[in-house]
């Protein structure tokens, strides 16, 4: 099993629809990490969580620590949200990630 | 600054030879890490560096890697007689230390041994 899950891995919607990925962890955490990847490789950044929940534009994170869950949200999805969404757990100390394996987002106009 | 810099983008090389890739951090960035990422997974630990220091490797790093942060600036990564199961993307990420500080990815530098 393992230390970093994520549901699904596949995912396709209609342009317009609400989104969520979901990510579960095993480790103990720092803070949880949700990263976007277009093809092509570059990594991004969305967001940083320790607790609770954060929102930027149409994207929200929320994270439930007792659960070791983490989801992220998009709402009114766009076709440019096309790209792979990985959740990666930072355990503390040396700040290395454990990353999921990512959901494949396809936006359908 | 203009982020995480990684070169080259793209390699191709052939079985046995040597490659190496650089990584630009951050300027005021003390740590930097080396992931590398293969198709349909995601990036897995190589390498991480306070300041010029290599504090910890994964068993995933073999002999024929070596990775140097000379002067606690830019970082080499070098893999030695490389095989085709070192095709992958390799990717570079800084960070400050200290908590709630977030990383900042390069574009990664792709390579393919034919």
């Known amino acids: 099993k393992n230390e970093v899950e994520q549901s699904p891995q596949n995912l396709t919607a209609q342009e317009g629809e609400f989104i969520t990925i979901n990510c579960s962890y095993s480790v103990g955490i720092s803070a949880l990490h949700w990263l976007q990847q277009h093809p092509g490789g570059g990594i991004v950044s969305l967001f940083m969580l320790s607790s609770g929940k954060k929102k930027h534009g149409r994207l929200i994170a929320t994270i439930n620590i007792q659960e070791k869950h983490s989801s992220l949200h998009i709402t009114a999805s766009h076709p440019r949200d096309s790209a792979v969404y990985i959740c990666?757990?930072?355990?503390?100390?040396?700040?290395?990630?454990?990353f999921g394996t990512g959901t494949l987002l396809a936006v359908q106009p | 600054d203009t982020g995480v810099s990684q070169n080259p983008r793209h390699k191709i090389t052939k079985r046995g030879q040597n490659v190496t890739f650089r990584c630009d951090p951050i300027s005021e960035h003390n740590r930097l890490y080396w992931y590398r990422q293969t198709l349909g997974q995601g990036p897995e630990f190589l390498t991480y560096f306070q300041n010029e220091a290599q504090l910890e490797k994964s068993r995933l790093l073999s002999d024929r890697f070596s990775a140097e942060r000379p002067k606690g600036s830019f970082s080499t990564l070098e893999i030695q007689r490389t095989e085709q199961g070192d095709s992958a993307m390799y990717l570079c990420?800084?960070?400050?230390?200290?908590?709630?500080?977030?990383?900042?990815f390069g574009s990664g530098t792709r390579l393919t041994v034919v």
């Open positions: 990666a757990a930072d355990g503390g100390a040396t700040n290395k990630l454990i």
């Open positions: 990420a800084s960070s400050l230390s200290g908590e709630g500080n977030g990383y900042t």
